[in-house]
Structures are given as structure tokens and as C-alpha cells.
């Protein structure tokens, strides 16, 4: 299950979730969720692409201070790594409208469903 934040559009701003070409969204008729499938969009484009710290990076670099000391917080941070966060727009066939921010690897999931 990857992580969708729903920026703005036809549905509810908030955390939704994208697993299997299934996305699980809250509406303002249904804040329990809705399932649209990713074949369901028209058209999809990124709108921008930046790089972000993984979430996990404070607790690699907490755990190598305390082994190493400053150098150990600084080689447990990078480790952690970045990863990109791909921000979208996507029209569904329906004419539904949303601007919602993911991964790379979870976009380039949901893009491949339009292409398919």
C-alpha cells in the first residue's frame, strides 16, 4: 500500500491510499472512501518533481550518533537517503479532478495503469 496526499480537486484533501491500480479516497459524500481505479483517468500529467529526505532519515542519524558519535549521525542520515515526491494532476474519465502528491515509484505505477 503506498501513501497518496491529496492536494486539492474532487476529493477530500488528506491521506488516501494507492495499492494494486486501486486508489482508496474520501469524498465529502463518502469520508470513509471511495476505490477509483488508475485505468479510470483520461489524462494524467506531473505538474513537479523534487527531491525529499526519506522520512527515516532522523532515526538513522539518531542511531548513528549514539554508535558513533557526530560522523556516525552524519553517515546514518545520509544512508537514509532521498527520494523523489512527484506532485500530479490527473482528470478521470468522469471529468473528477485531482492534484495529489506521491512517490516516483508509486506514480510511475498509477501511469503505467493509463497506458494500459
Not at 538513522?60 to 542520515?77: D, F, N, S
Request: aromatic letters at 8%; a negative charge; charged letters at 20%.
Amino acid at each position: 500500500m503506498a501513501k497518496i496526499e491529496v492536494l486539492s480537486g474532487d476529493f477530500l484533501q488528506g491521506t488516501g491510499e494507492y495499492r494494486h491500480g486501486t486508489f482508496r479516497l474520501k469524498t465529502v459524500l463518502n469520508s470513509a472512501g471511495v476505490d477509483v481505479k488508475a485505468s479510470a483517468f483520461k489524462s494524467l500529467e506531473i505538474a513537479s518533481e523534487s527531491p525529499v529526505t526519506n522520512r527515516d532519515a532522523l532515526g538513522y542519524g539518531l542511531a548513528g550518533a549514539m554508535l558513533l558519535g557526530p560522523v556516525g549521525a552524519l553517515a546514518g542520515y545520509l544512508i537514509a537517503g532521498t527520494e523523489n515526491e512527484v506532485t500530479f494532476i490527473g482528470t478521470f474519465k468522469d471529468g473528477r479532478q485531482l492534484m495529489a502528491a506521491t512517490d516516483s515509484a508509486t506514480y510511475k505505477d498509477i501511469s503505467q495503469h493509463l497506458l494500459n
